[in-house]
């Protein structure tokens, strides 16, 4: 009944830009609130990239600070990630989420398939 699916991810070269889109779609009686990506490296863990509430709050890993930019369409449910000065550590499985809500309780996040961002020469 909830589905987020993202777009954007690819092949870039160093010092080059993506944007991350990310949709998110459920059932009437659901409430999007925070939304977000998270990214994972080969080998590492999974980790927060940026998240944006849904009153346009907005909180960055220390790594992507002055780089990337979230924002969001709340009409559309829909998230974005621009991405600039990207660098090779930036190589990632990004994965969108979605927290929802119903009017009287939380319902489970949501969560995207992920898309690939490699940043390579």
């Known amino acids: 009944q909830v589905r987020v699916v993202e777009s954007g991810g690819g092949l870039v070269q160093p010092g080059g830009s993506l944007r991350l889109s990310c949709a998110a779609s459920?059932?009437?009686?659901?409430?999007?609130?925070?939304m977000g990506w998270y990214r994972q490296a080969a080998g590492k863990q999974r980790e927060l990239v940026a998240e944006?509430?849904?009153?346009?709050?907005?909180n960055y890993a220390d790594s992507v600070k002055g780089r990337f930019t979230i924002s969001r369409d709340n009409a559309k449910n829909t998230v974005y990630l621009q991405m600039n000065s990207l660098k090779p550590e930036d190589t990632a499985v990004y994965y969108c989420?979605?927290?929802?809500?119903?009017?009287?309780?939380?319902?489970?996040?949501?969560w995207g398939q992920g898309t690939q961002v490699t940043v390579s020469s």
């Open positions: 944006i509430g849904s009153g346009g709050s907005t």
């Open positions: 989420y979605a927290d929802r809500r119903s009017a009287v309780s939380s319902l489970p996040t949501a």
């Open positions: 459920a059932a009437s009686g659901s409430i999007f609130g925070a």
